[in-house]
């Protein structure tokens, strides 16, 4: 149980254009979820925590009307790299919480981002 | 500001020996602290959690200490084999029912057959 699943699980795209990446929770409801990005050898940096049915909350320093996020329902949340550029080329990762677990997180496989 | 250390140069040790990670952090009152495993090119997967009020938890093989005088979690895998490399990343939760973590660089286990 607590699977989670991303898509898609690579995308080259070219500088300018918008790339969506869908997470979702299979057999289980996520009221809450994160967003990650990972450069080489960097850890995990938490770019918002998506809440269903209402807006995101972003950390500091991350652009809400770059990265828009959206969690429409219990199930999904997706998120949409607006205008990409060379830079946003990174590892996206999601994850969803539990209800009632120990706080754990269950991570999706990734979404690796080339933006040429 | 916050800060978590764990030693982000690879630590290689014979596949039957006992591995030891750590993780210390600065500026910090964690409620609770996570172990995960992250393959490369996938997402991490949880291993244990211990809450601050806690000073060790087991399972299987892994066992987790947590020492909030000295700011530091010991991550200990036993009888490890070479499945288990892996890195392993520690991450620190506050209380107040936000349930955000905040993820520290990890270190990569090579256990050598």
């Known amino acids: 149980g607590a699977v989670v699943s991303q898509h898609p699980s690579w995308v080259i795209c070219k500088s300018g254009t918008s790339v969506k990446i869908e997470c979702r929770s299979l057999?289980?409801?996520?009221?809450?979820m994160f967003w990650y990005r990972q450069f080489p050898k960097q850890s995990l940096m938490l770019m918002a925590t998506?809440?269903?049915?209402?807006?995101?909350?972003?950390e500091q320093g991350v652009e809400k009307d770059k990265f828009l996020i959206n969690h429409a329902s219990l199930t999904l949340s997706t998120l949409t790299v607006t205008s990409a550029h060379p830079e946003d080329s990174s590892f996206y990762i999601c994850?969803?919480?539990?209800?009632?677990?120990?706080?754990?997180?269950?991570f999706g496989p990734g979404t690796r981002l080339t933006v040429l | 500001s916050q800060k978590i250390e764990q030693n982000s140069e690879a630590l290689n040790i014979q596949e039957g020996k006992t591995a030891t990670l750590t993780c210390n952090y600065t500026?910090?009152?964690?409620?609770?602290l996570q172990w995960y495993r992250q393959d490369p090119g996938r997402g991490p997967v949880f291993l244990l959690l211990?809450?601050?009020?806690?000073k060790e938890k087991r399972k299987e093989r892994l066992k987790v200490t947590f020492d909030t005088t000295l700011k530091q979690s010991l991550f200990h895998i036993t009888a490890s084999q070479p499945a288990d490399s892996a890195t392993y990343l520690c991450?620190?939760?506050?209380?107040?029912?936000?349930?955000?973590?905040?993820f520290g660089i990890g270190t990569k286990l090579q256990v050598i057959p």
């Open positions: 998506s809440n269903e049915g209402s807006k995101a909350t972003y």
């Open positions: 500026n910090y009152s964690p409620a609770y």
């Open positions: 211990i809450r601050e009020n806690e």
């Open positions: 991450a620190l939760g506050s209380s107040g029912g936000y349930q955000k973590v905040t």
């Open positions: 994850s969803a919480i539990l209800a009632g677990g120990l706080n754990e997180q269950f």
């Open positions: 057999d289980f409801q996520a009221t809450t």
